[in-house]
C-alpha cells in the first residue's frame, strides 16, 4: 500500500519571500496529512499520517511564498494495525521496506517556493516531493485557502485544503503493482497561526 501525502500532505500552501511574507506554523490539531489507493480495482483504501511538522509563509501582495512540510513515515496509518494471524498487520508492513521503509528513511518531505495565483487566490503550489530518498516535482491544486482572525490567540489564522496525485513507482515504491495502485491520491487540509 502506498501514501497518500502529501504533503504532503502535503499539503497546499502558501509561501515565502521577501519581508512581507507572513510566516505560519502547521497546527496540529487543524491539519491532516492523508492518502488514498486502490485496491483489487474493487475499493480504495484510505490512510493517513499521524506526526508532521512544517511551516508556510505568503505574500499575498507580492504572490510569493513558500512551504515545508516534514512527515514522519513511520506514523502511517490506514486503521489496520492488529496482525490477527497475519505475520504483521498492514501498517507494519507499509513500514517495512516493501513500503515506506521507515527505519531508512524516517521522513518524507515537500518543499515549495512557487505558489500559483489566480487574480488574488492562492490555486496551486509547485514543489518537490522527497520519499525513500527520491525527489521528483510534484504539484498540488488549493481547493480552497482563506485567512481570518483567531478569537482565541487573537492572531491571523490561514488555511485551507490541497489534494495532488503521485505515481509511487516514480519513487522507487513498486511493491503490489498492479493489484495495489500506482497513483496515489494525496490530501492535505491546513491550518496555521501567525507567527
Partial sequence: MASRLAVLTLAALPFAAGAAADSYTFDPLHTSVSFSIDHLGLSMIHGRFGKYSGKFAIDRAAKTGSVELNVETASVDTNDNDKGNRPRSRDEHLRSADFFNAAEFPRM?????????????????????????????????????????????????????????????????????PSIGDDVFLAFGFEGDKD
Fill in 109 to 177: 518531505t515537500y518543499k515549495s517556493t512557487h505558489p500559483v495565483f489566480s487574480g488574488d487566490n492562492l490555486t496551486a503550489v509547485e514543489g518537490d516531493l522527497t520519499l525513500l530518498g527520491v525527489t521528483r516535482p510534484v504539484a498540488l491544486t488549493v481547493e480552497r485557502f482563506r485567512c481570518i482572525p483567531a478569537t482565541v490567540t487573537a492572531k491571523e489564522r490561514c488555511g485551507g485544503i490541497a489534494v495532488g496525485k503521485i505515481k509511487r513507482s516514480d519513487f522507487g515504491m513498486k511493491r503490489g503493482i
